[in-house]
């Protein structure tokens, strides 16, 4: 699952398709939530956050903040 997500976000950067860019780092956090170290979750979780960031959008700020929350 974990390569299908970095697939689908590399995928989503050259089609430059937003929703997308967000949906699959989110896979990709959950994905590394019950598989990897947390530092790494961590990372992921902060690009999330950033990602939501640059969108401006609310809802996305607020599934970041829920993905570090979590994470911590």
């Known amino acids: 699952m974990g390569i299908c997500y970095k697939r689908a976000e590399s995928l989503a ?3 430059n398709c937003p929703t997308t860019l967000q949906w ?3 896979g990709q956090w959950r994905h ?3 598989t990897d170290r947390l530092s790494a ?3 992921i979780a ?3 956050y950033t990602l939501a960031q640059d969108q401006n959008d609310t809802l996305l700020l ?3 903040y829920g993905a570090l929350a979590c994470t911590l």
């Open 46 to 48: 902060k690009r999330l």
């Open 13 to 15: 950067h050259s089609l």
């Open 24 to 26: 699959a780092p989110g």
């Open 32 to 34: 590394s939530l019950m």
């Open 41 to 43: 979750t961590m990372e």
């Open 62 to 64: 607020i599934g970041a």
